[in-house]
């Protein structure tokens, strides 16, 4: 066989993740490998727990990102919080959600479940309907922001709901954090997961999590032992310190370095920019780009009330075969943008604006190579103002 090093073609990423990687963040990588428990490596460990306690607006001691994808953070939350014969309250209003049913039910517990549309948020009405009905309930899960329909769930309303009925929370912010206002300590998170890949403009492989002290507290009275060895947060406080210094690391696994390096990287230039500016700046993108899209004729999925600025979900035209659309730019344009899942199939494409991918140039790219595409296909659309109508909202 003949062995070669693998080149990839350099990708404009849109679609639901990852997202475009910052080139500081690609040169971080490349930097010299430490041991894992080395004293600098130990200072690393320690300045990414401080900077993702300010990403995450907490003061929680257990912060800190798991070694492995946010799909790992999620199974994190459910493992070490919910015991066999438990009651879960689980929304599902996406994809995300019913991966959290899966997870309820491979722990043992019920999973009651919240349904609303795809596209729609999470109705708290519906939640709390749940929360009289099962007072046996010990922790309400729900979707931050739903990347498979593009809407935003009311988070601080939901966390006061389940508080008020005793209940913990689960949130899965995988694509909130660093993107649109998140606060967990504000809104009362109890068990909190992301991911690197998304908003945070980081190779994917990743996922920051933080835990409350009353998640903290119910992980260590369990009954029985966390099924999982790998993500059992007892030990794995015992790897990254549970906020007390940098002595007495005991090895749990060896943590990734080098992607580590990365995190650090991606944490520095999000405190350079500051928060608030890093989710007006996705904010301003994608009003850019909904200019366009909408001068252009298409319209959005989720209403305008609860639509995340970071992933749009648009219609496909009338006619449009939407996987050669995307194959298209893809080949032609080396731009990526993401297509609709399950009822949304065929229908609709989602288009990320997400961590390094919200910038001005990829706005102005979409919309002009999509405009030539569509229009090269005689799909019904305006042509030759979608450009100059996101241009007057970037210069605004
Ligand atoms: C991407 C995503 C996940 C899964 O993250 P991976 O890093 O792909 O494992 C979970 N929840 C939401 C809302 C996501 O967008």
């Not at 004293?39 to 690393?44: A, D, G, K």
């Not at 099962?134 to 922790?139: L, R, T, V």
């Not at 700046?281 to 780009?289: G, N, Q, S, T």
């Not at 001005?360 to 979608?386: F, Q, T, Y």
Request: with cysteine.
């Amino acid at each position: 066989m003949t062995a070669r090093s693998f080149r990839p073609p350099v990708r404009t990423l849109m679609g639901p993740g990852p997202s475009d990687v910052h080139p500081r963040q690609l040169e971080a990588l490349g930097r010299p490998t430490v041991g894992h428990l080395d004293p600098t490596f130990i200072e690393l460990m320690d300045e990414i727990k401080g900077m993702l306690q300010y990403a995450f607006r907490t003061e929680n001691r257990l912060t800190m990102p798991i070694s492995a994808p946010g799909s790992a953070g999620m199974e994190a939350a459910f493992v070490n919080l919910v015991e066999p014969g438990d009651t879960v309250i689980v929304c599902r209003n996406g994809v995300f959600g019913a991966r959290m049913k899966e997870n309820v039910e491979r722990c043992g517990a019920t999973a009651v479940m919240v349904e609303d549309d795809w596209g729609s948020p999470v109705d708290p009405e519906k939640v709390e309907d749940a929360l009289k009905r099962h007072p046996e309930a010990k922790i309400v899960a729900f979707v931050h922001a739903e990347t498979s329909t593009g809407a935003r769930s009311d988070a601080e309303t939901l966390c006061r709901l389940a508080r008020d009925h005793d209940c913990l929370t689960i949130v899965d912010a995988v694509t909130s954090l660093g993107g649109i206002p998140l606060e967990v300590d504000r809104w009362g998170i109890d068990a909190i997961y992301s991911g690197t890949q998304k908003c945070l403009s980081c190779t994917p492989g990743l996922s920051p999590v933080s835990y409350s002290e009353r998640a903290i507290e119910a992980i260590q009275n369990r009954s029985t032992k966390v099924q999982s060895w790998f993500l059992d947060l007892n030990l794995i406080m015992g790897y990254w310190g549970d906020g007390g210094g940098s002595s007495k690391r005991a090895y749990h696994h060896t943590a990734p370095v080098n992607s580590l390096y990365g995190l650090h990287e991606a944490l520095v230039m999000l405190t350079e920019e500051g928060l608030e500016n890093a989710w007006a700046r996705h904010r301003h993108m994608h009003e850019a780009l909904k200019a366009g899209l909408e001068a252009m004729g298409l319209s959005f999925v989720v209403d305008e009330a609860y639509r995340l600025p970071e992933l749009n979900s648009v219609w496909t035209p009338a006619g449009i075969d939407e996987a050669a659309v995307r194959a298209r730019l893809l080949q032609e344009f080396n731009l990526e943008i993401g297509a609709g899942l399950g009822a949304f199939a065929g229908k609709v494409w989602r288009i990320g604006l997400m961590g390094h991918s919200a910038r001005a140039e990829n706005v102005m790219l979409c919309l002009s190579a999509l405009e030539a595409i569509l229009g090269e296909m005689e799909a019904p659309i305006e042509r030759g103002a979608a450009t100059s109508a996101a241009q007057r909202v970037l210069s605004a």
